[in-house]
């Protein structure tokens, strides 16, 4: 029998894989493709997918919103999480009523991953990626 | 008009004309720039009268009087990241070949922070060139045009894009007109006078001595 801490993870994941998610591929320093649930054997999704943010415009304190790509990734889908320092490669689709078509981005965890182990999963920030 | 708004005018005119495609150029103080409207537009100067100063010593009561005047000169630039997409895209592309094109990916950072020092150095060139000692009006309008300093800012993720943005101080001098602001057509005095006893107004008229 799982403990409550556990089956909060679980949860989570289920939750929000179905509301949320996008489907998400990522790349690794190494050059390895991660396409693949780690857990399920599924395809790869994110817990979720957020496009849009409202913060507080400095200038003026009025609220706005920016366009601000933010990833939710459960850690259980993944062998390999980012760690502070490492550059990943990530692809998302950046319409979310079109997942066929998924856009380059890249991340680089400087800061600490939000999100604790405890919760299971870690957000990350990524810049878009144009061709060099 | 002040001449202030002439001169900043001017200097806006010397950057869009040298801009060349590497630049927008805006004579406001914008209070929010999207990261996507500036990297679209590449870079963004803005021109904006920031301070004057009036010494007292420098006038008098009915002009015209010394302004000593601060242009800042605002920029802003915005990068993504950049690296080889058509290799991380190649679903044949092997584990080498991903992981050599993600080490070579051009972080943001780095690609705004030497894209700002660039227009930096544009925007020194500009203003400091011996052929823009006038920042292109009449002579004798503008006097001591000077860069004092330059700042930059620390990198903000803005969104999916870096942003930087900096700054510096254009120092200037001009003579303003106090013309009111409301101007009031000045009142002709006549100043012609006439002499009693000099009935054909001759005098002050030379007189040719061999006239009888």
């Given amino acids: 029998m799982t403990n409550l801490r556990t089956r909060a993870i679980t949860n989570l994941k289920k939750q929000n894989t179905k509301n949320w998610s996008t489907p998400v591929i990522y790349q690794d320093p190494d050059g390895i493709i991660y396409n693949i649930d780690n857990e399920t054997g599924n395809e790869l999704r994110t817990l979720q997918t957020l496009y849009d943010r409202r913060v507080e415009n400095p200038d003026t304190g009025e609220p706005m919103t920016v366009h601000e790509p933010v990833i939710v990734q459960a850690r259980s889908s993944l062998s390999r999480i980012p760690a502070p320092g490492e550059k990943w490669s990530i692809k998302f689709p950046l319409d979310p009523m079109d997942e066929t078509v998924l856009s380059n981005y890249v991340f680089t965890p400087d800061r600490s991953i939000e999100g604790g182990s405890s919760l299971g999963f870690f957000r990350i920030y990524p810049i878009k990626l144009v061709q060099s | 008009m002040m001449k ?82 058509a290799t991380l895209n190649n679903p044949n592309a092997t584990a080498l ?20 020092d660039e227009l930096f150095d544009i925007a020194y060139q500009i203003i400091m060139d011996a052929r823009n000692i006038d920042l292109g009006l009449a ?31 254009l120092t200037l001098k001009t003579s303003e007109d106090v013309t009111g602001e409301t101007p009031v057509a000045a009142t002709a005095i006549d100043t012609d006078f006439s002499i009693e006893d000099d009935l054909g107004d001759n005098a002050g008229v030379i007189v040719n001595p061999t006239d009888p």
Avoid: M
Avoid at chain 2, 61 to 67: E, F, T
């Fill in chain 2, 4 to 85: 202030f708004r002439t001169i900043k005018e001017s200097v806006k005119t010397l950057f869009s004309n040298s801009a060349a495609g590497r630049y927008t150029v805006a004579g406001s103080q914008k209070q929010t720039k999207s990261a996507e409207e500036v990297i679209d537009n590449n870079r963004l100067i803005q021109v904006y009268y920031s301070r004057g100063s009036f010494p007292k010593s420098g006038g008098s009561p009915r002009g015209p009087n010394d302004h000593e005047i601060t242009i800042k000169i605002g920029f802003t630039v915005s990068k993504a990241a950049s690296g080889d997409i």
């Fill in chain 2, 139 to 169: 002579e004798g309008i503008v006097s001591s045009r000077w860069i004092t300093d330059i700042q930059k800012d620390d990198p903000l993720p803005r969104g999916e894009l870096l942003v930087i943005t900096g700054s510096c101080n």
């Fill in chain 2, 97 to 116: 070949q991903i992981q050599t094109a993600i080490a070579n990916i051009a972080n943001a950072s780095d690609l705004a922070d030497a894209s700002i």
